[in-house]
Every structure is written in structure tokens, then in C-alpha cells.
């Protein structure tokens, strides 16, 4: 069982940035496609990002497109994001979470696509 823990949440300005980790247990981090979520009070959990197993395909939400960009350290056992040029449409609790089918080859999109979520770290935009 994998286990995933965020940081770099924090309180950044219009136009800030912010780069999250998640840190993965376990020696099989590097066979599966990972992703991040987020999920504002009162909203559904939506897509942010998502990485394939090895990093050659990455998705990214037509909101975090051009804004974040989406890694991964294999060797390390975790992913990050970097976010750029932050919006107060960008609060919220962001997940790391990874993908269900080892050798997954694209990116998935999907809540359903993820089978074990980290605790989540908060990101506040002040405008």
C-alpha cells in the first residue's frame, strides 16, 4: 500500500507561486502514472494535473495549462508541481494521488483512474 504525503501548501499572492511535493512510500512509485487534484469548499474534486509512470505523457487542465507544470522524480519516490501566476480561483486543497494500473502509458484524467489519495495540503490565493 502506497502512501502519499503533500507539502508546500501555503498563503501566496495574486500572482505568486507555489511548488507542492508528494512523497510516495513503497518501491512501486515508479510503474505508475500519478496526478493532482484539487477541491475547493462546497466543489467537486477536480483535475489538475497528471503525469504517465515514466513522464512522457502529461494532461493538465485547461485552468492549470500554461500556469503548472506537473514532474516526477522516480529516484525519489515523488511528485511535484510547480504553479505559477496564482489566481484566487486557485484555493484549495490539493492531492497528489496515484494511478490504479501499473504501466499505465498516458495520463489519466479521472478520479476513477486513482486508487490511493494523500492527505491533502491547502493552497490560499489572496487577491
Known amino acids: 500500500q502506497v502512501q502519499l504525503v503533500e507539502s508546500g501548501g501555503g498563503l501566496v499572492q495574486t500572482g505568486g507561486s507555489l511548488n507542492l511535493s508528494c512523497a510516495a512510500s513503497g518501491s512501486t512509485f515508479g510503474v505508475y502514472a500519478m496526478g493532482w487534484f484539487r477541491q475547493a469548499p462546497g466543489k467537486e474534486r477536480e483535475f489538475v494535473a497528471s503525469l504517465s509512470w515514466n513522464g512522457d505523457h502529461t494532461a493538465y487542465a485547461d485552468s492549470s495549462k500554461g500556469r503548472f507544470t506537473c514532474s516526477r522524480d522516480n529516484a525519489k519516490n515523488t511528485l511535484y508541481i510547480q504553479m505559477n501566476n496564482l489566481k484566487p480561483e486557485d484555493t484549495a486543497t490539493y492531492y497528489c494521488?496515484?494511478?490504479?494500473?501499473?504501466?499505465?502509458?498516458?495520463?489519466?484524467?479521472?478520479?476513477?483512474?486513482?486508487?490511493?489519495w494523500g492527505q491533502g495540503t491547502q493552497v490560499t490565493v489572496s487577491s
Open positions: 494521488a496515484k494511478g490504479s494500473t501499473p504501466g499505465f502509458l498516458a495520463a489519466p484524467r479521472t478520479v476513477g483512474d486513482f486508487d490511493s
